[in-house]
Every structure is written in structure tokens, then in C-alpha cells.
């Protein structure tokens, strides 16, 4: 079946710093890749997709590219904001018919000042 | 336009107790996903429904079940709660475009479930 691995966290980054959080899938076909994100005492919010190879997801100064020959869809931005302190969840699914939503674990993302 | 709606946010039951959480989806939206996230297991994914019929399912025990109504509205129940029931359960819809699921989910505050 589909699964989805997420580097682990929690992650501590100071203000401004590069911020990478890995994220592989395992998929059989072309599914559509999502990153969604996870303000304290809030529901999941889509952050940014990409729905085929080499196309590149971007929002809020976050950017993460389809990657088909690793079958990943790593997450960045250049510098933090504290408030960007949210656990972050990579997602597949496949577009089209009826087919579930596979998340990863989640990976908790903490910006100290 | 209003977001997902979860009803109640909080609430507290003993084992053994059941429990009823309602979800509003947005409007339009016809497809109401149900997920359990607890801190040990992360996201894990309880059933989908679309058109009142459910058609996704996922590794749970009969005790946790649902429905839509015909207006897109949903529930779950979970009967003779346990301790491992404790959790933050959220609700997600989707818009479907061209016939299909586009994967793109919003979701709900979740309702948070206190089993003691």
C-alpha cells in the first residue's frame, strides 16, 4: 500500500534560519503530493501541493518539488518566523476516483527567537 | 465562506460510555473524511463518506462508526469507549473536481475526547 515517511522531530531552528524537513513516499503510478500544516490547538491546513513530477509547490515562502526519481517531496523555506512553529504533514493521494488521503507522522517544527 | 465546523470541541466520557461528534463540511463540499490523532500514533485515517454512502474505510474496530446525511453533514460514534479512545478527532471535507477526489482536504478544529 501507499505510505508516506517523515524525517523526525522535533525540529529547532532559530529565527531566520534554512529550514528542510524530508519527506518520501512510497506510491506505486503518479499520485498528487501535499504538504499541510498544523497551528497549536488548530486543524490541518493545506500548505502547498503539486500534483505531478518536477512541478514545485509554493506558499507563504515555503517551496517543496515533486521529485520522481527519489519519490520525495522535501519542504523549505529560507529563514523562519517563530510564528512558522506548527507540526507539518506530508500527504499523498491520487487524483481522481475514490482514494484516501495517505498522511506521514507529522514533524513538529519549534522557532525560538 | 464557513469553514468545517466540529461539534463538540471538548468533551469528557468514562469507559464504557459512547459518544456522538458531528461535523459540518463546507458548503458544497460532499465528501466528509473522519481522522484520530493521538500523539503516539499521529494521523490515522477512520472512514470517508460521499453522497451518504461510505466508501473509504480504515483499521478501526466496529465500536467507531459514522454517517452522512443528505445534506452533506456527518457523525461518528464510538461505542463502549476505552482509554486508547482518548484523542483529537478530526473531520475534513473535500471539494471533488471532475468526478474525482483532488486530494485536497480542510479540515475541522477537531473535537477533543477525554476518555477517563
Known amino acids: 500500500g501507499n505510505s508516506v515517511t517523515q524525517m523526525e522531530g522535533p525540529v529547532t531552528l532559530s529565527e531566520e534560519a534554512f529550514l528542510t524537513i524530508n519527506c518520501t513516499y512510497t506510491?506505486?503510478?503518479?499520485?498528487?503530493l501535499f504538504w499541510y500544516v498544523q497551528y497549536p490547538g488548530e486543524g490541518l491546513q493545506l500548505l502547498l501541493k503539486?500534483?505531478?513530477?518536477?512541478d514545485k509547490g509554493s506558499n507563504k515562502g515555503f517551496e517543496a518539488t515533486y521529485r520522481k526519481e527519489t519519490t520525495s517531496f522535501h519542504l523549505e523555506k529560507g529563514s523562519v518566523q517563530v510564528s512558522d512553529s506548527a507540526v507539518y504533514f506530508c500527504?499523498?493521494?491520487?487524483?481522481?476516483?475514490?482514494?484516501?488521503?495517505?498522511f506521514g507522522t507529522g514533524t513538529k517544527l519549534q522557532v525560538i527567537p | 465562506k464557513a469553514g468545517v465546523t466540529q461539534t463538540p470541541r471538548y468533551l469528557i466520557k468514562t469507559r464504557g460510555q459512547q459518544v456522538t461528534l458531528s461535523c459540518s463540511p463546507i458548503s458544497g463540499h460532499r465528501s466528509v473524511s473522519w481522522y484520530q490523532q493521538t500523539p503516539g500514533q499521529g494521523l490515522q485515517f477512520l472512514f470517508e463518506?460521499?453522497?451518504?454512502?461510505?466508501?473509504n474505510k480504515g483499521n478501526f474496530p466496529g465500536r467507531f462508526s459514522g454517517r452522512q446525511f443528505s445534506n452533506s453533514r456527518s457523525e461518528m460514534n464510538v461505542s463502549t469507549l476505552e482509554l486508547g479512545d482518548s484523542a483529537l478527532y478530526l473531520c475534513?471535507?473535500?471539494?471533488?473536481?471532475?468526478?474525482?477526489?483532488?486530494?485536497?482536504?480542510?479540515f475541522g478544529e477537531g473535537s477533543r475526547l477525554t476518555v477517563l
Open positions: 500527504a499523498l493521494t491520487y487524483s481522481g476516483g475514490y482514494q484516501k488521503v495517505t
Open positions: 503539486a500534483t505531478k513530477a518536477d
Open positions: 475534513a471535507s473535500s471539494p471533488l473536481g471532475g468526478g474525482g477526489n483532488t486530494g485536497e482536504l480542510f
Open positions: 463518506y460521499f453522497s451518504e454512502t461510505q466508501r
Open positions: 506510491a506505486t503510478g503518479y499520485p498528487s
